[in-house]
């Protein structure tokens, strides 16, 4: 459910016409509704406080790393969401949005010293240790600051999942976490040596899943190591389920929803008496936004192909080119009938820069405004500039308001961060 509809034939983000924003912001942008992100949060918050093994001690602290946008944020941590961090930036973007420090989990598979002394002055709530040598590191700057932070180990319960090999993360040859005895092992050692507290367990398997019973499995992994460790004497008391749960991208995908996810999370947890984490991304934003942009023109070759070329590319919304990623194509006038098949694509000169193949769509003309929908996740965060193009935009909604949230960079700002060196000058 989101709140981008058409209202007397044109496209609105809530009360207001995307016509509208395109005219004052210029296309490509992405547009953001906070009355989808605040109804995707509160449904997960209520199905979550519905189980009585999590009511009232489990926190979301969502994924930063798919929307990292200050609004976006500022958001989420007003309805009371906490910050998934993964690197020095996003806890400084996260403290920026007004989420306090106690919310913000630091997690990730490369941190350094100097992200990991940040992360400790800063006092994060807890930091998800991946792997041995982090652990070695994380001890030693522990022992430097004199500052004994809160830890959970991330396991690898080697139970993989997700909608692409790319965002697969807790199959065993995947990079991310420690294997069962090795993280048991990881558990006492820390415990022993005293620079760190360990206080519990973490996981995140993968994005976009759509089935509940990789999941269980890997909660299931979480409890018996819990008893495991409870049994050798250790304090266990948070579990952190990571995030994952995958979007209605295309018609007929039909993930889980919250409140099912919910049960099953309580079931998995019953008895155990922890508190719990929850890392969503996707879940929370993708929905949420849309990346509006312009047909530049349709380019009809000899064959009969059709070819919309649009005003946004891969280096505004990378998911297509890097994970083969769907996203519904809207023309933001209503239109009826079918033309089509339209290849749809953007100026980047790779081939790669290719949004859809073989895409159904109305007939569309040069000019017209178009959206992507479900890009409020893993868009704007992943955008770059390749092909000089100045960093798209973003807009958040509120009602019949909007307000420009990320400014599209002027070329003179673009060329400006950069310098000839001495030697190049005349
Ligand atoms: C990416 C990531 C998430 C969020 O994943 P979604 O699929 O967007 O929910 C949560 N936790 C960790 C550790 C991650 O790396």
């Known amino acids: 459910m989101d709140h981008f509809q058409h209202i007397d034939g044109a496209l609105h983000a809530e009360g207001v016409p995307l016509a509208d924003i395109a005219d004052t912001v210029g296309t490509p942008a992405y547009v953001y509704s906070t009355a989808t992100l605040t109804r995707h949060y509160r449904v997960l918050a209520e199905a979550l406080d519905a189980q009585a093994p999590l009511a009232g001690r489990a926190l979301i602290a969502f994924a930063v790393k798919a929307n990292s946008n200050l609004s976006v944020l500022a958001t989420l941590g007003r309805l009371g969401a906490g910050a998934d961090t993964v690197s020095e930036g996003e806890i400084r973007r996260a403290l920026a949005a007004g989420i306090p420090a106690d919310r913000i989990i630091f997690s990730g598979v490369g941190k350094t010293d100097a992200e990991l002394t940040f992360a400790l002055q800063t006092g994060v709530r807890q930091i998800n240790v991946e792997s041995g040598p982090e652990l070695d590191r994380l001890e030693r700057v522990a022992e430097a600051t004199g ?52 206080v519990g367990l973490a996981c995140h398997i993968g994005s976009q899943i759509l089935d509940l019973g990789p999941l269980r499995d890997a909660f299931a992994v979480l409890a018996d190591m819990t008893r495991r460790l409870r049994a050798d004497g250790h304090t266990v008391r948070v579990l952190d389920l990571g995030g994952g749960l995958g979007v209605p991208y295309e018609p007929g995908l039909t993930p889980p929803d919250p409140a099912t996810y919910a049960a099953m999370v309580g079931e998995a947890m019953a008895g155990l008496d922890v508190d719990t984490l929850f890392e969503p991304g996707r879940l929370l934003v993708a929905n949420a936004g849309v990346l509006l942009a312009r047909v530049i023109h349709v380019n009809v070759r000899p064959d009969g192909r059709r070819f919309l070329v649009l005003d946004a590319a891969m280096n505004d919304l990378m998911r297509p080119a890097l994970y083969d990623a769907f996203h519904p194509l809207v023309p933001v006038r209503d239109a009826a009938g079918v033309k089509g098949p339209y290849d749809v694509v953007g100026p980047v000169c790779e081939t790669g820069d290719t949004f859809a193949r073989a895409r159904t769509l109305p007939e569309l003309l040069a000019g017209d405004l178009v959206v992507f929908k479900g890009a409020g996740a893993y868009g704007a965060s ?45």
């Open 147 to 198: 500052i004994r932070p809160d830890i959970a180990i991330r396991v690898n319960p080697g139970v993989g999942a997700g909608g692409h090999a790319k965002i697969t993360t807790g199959g065993g040859g995947d990079k991310f976490g420690v294997p069962v005895e090795e993280a048991l092992d990881l558990y006492a050692r820390a415990a022993r040596a005293g620079h760190v507290r360990p």
């Open 382 to 426: 992943m955008a770059s500039e390749y092909n000089s193009r100045p960093l798209v935009p973003e807009v958040l909604v509120s009602g019949d308001r909007f307000a420009v949230v990320r400014p599209r960079p002027d070329y003179d700002t673009l060329l400006g961060r950069e310098s000839r060196a001495p030697w190049l000058a005349d």
